[in-house]
């Protein structure tokens, strides 16, 4: 879903031109449709598996850890929507448009959209 040379970058989609309804503004759907192709590429770029996975980390350490045992949980799609919706906010903010390779954000939101497929946390 990357631009090809003579494609301007795209946008990640708005909430009213999401290719899937979201749920009370879940921004999941949006990034799992926009970023799921992203996953196949997994099995042939060792640097992004490396990538993804070091984001996918973060992520859990930041959204799962809680109390002073800092003992893991089930991961909580409100809890990552709310992250992803800010970091969407953040991205928009600074006019970002996904690149033809890869930067922080694609390796961001490929490990959302990895971790939304690994916890089942949209129904298929």
Excluded: K
């Amino acid at each position: 879903m990357s631009a090809t040379p003579d494609e301007s970058p795209r946008r990640l989609p708005a909430d009213s031109a999401a290719p899937h309804p979201r749920p009370e503004g879940c921004p999941l759907p949006g990034i799992v449709a926009a970023f799921a192709p992203r996953l196949a590429e997994l099995a042939f770029e060792p640097c992004l598996v490396a990538a993804v996975d070091q984001h996918a980390a973060e992520l859990r350490e930041l959204l799962y850890a809680q109390g002073p045992e800092l003992l893991p949980r089930r991961l909580n799609r409100a809890e990552l929507s709310d992250y992803a919706r800010g970091f969407l906010d953040r991205l928009a903010e600074i006019g970002w448009r996904e690149p033809v390779g890869y930067d922080f954000a694609v390796h961001r939101l490929t490990a959302i959209c990895w971790l939304v497929r690994q916890n089942g946390l949209l129904p298929a």
